[in-house]
Nanobody, 125 residues
Framework: QVQLVESGGGLVQAGGSLRLSCTAS????????MAWFRQAPGKEREFVSA????????YYEDSVKGRFTISIDNAESTLYLQMNSLKPEDTAVYFC??????????????????WGQGTQVTVSS
């Protein structure tokens, strides 16, 4: 049974940093692409960042480029999202997701078939 478990969310002031973690288990993800999505209240779930589990190219939504960094620790089976220079508009529930379309980097939410439960990130102004 595939499980994606996020952690690391919290409340931070604008300009601060957080690091989200997503521990993956239940199968081999070497051919998968991993991603972070987020969903703010009243809004659609949106793509944030993605990379193949095997490493290589990364992809970011324009509003987070230069501030967020996605990475994978294969030994720990963990996906990370380092978030710096946080803004109030980054406030959302952040979800980890896995797509079987790897190593192609895909950005559509329906390309991902495994999801974590989400972790809340709140940025105060």
């Amino acid at each position: 049974q595939v499980q994606l478990v996020e952690s690391g969310g919290g409340l931070v002031q604008a300009g601060g940093s957080l690091r989200l973690s997503c521990t993956a288990s239940g199968r081999t993800f070497s051919t998968y692409t991993m991603a972070w999505f987020r969903q703010a209240p009243g809004k659609e779930r949106e793509f944030v960042s993605a990379m193949p589990w095997s490493g290589g190219s990364t992809y970011y939504e324009d509003s987070v480029k230069g501030r967020f960094t996605i990475s994978i620790d294969n030994a720990e089976s963990t996906l990370y999202l380092q978030m710096n220079s946080l803004k109030p508009e980054d406030t959302a529930v952040y979800f980890c997701a896995a797509s079987p379309l790897g190593p192609k980097v895909v950005v559509g939410r329906y390309d991902y078939d495994h999801w974590g439960q989400g972790t809340q990130v709140t940025v105060s102004s």
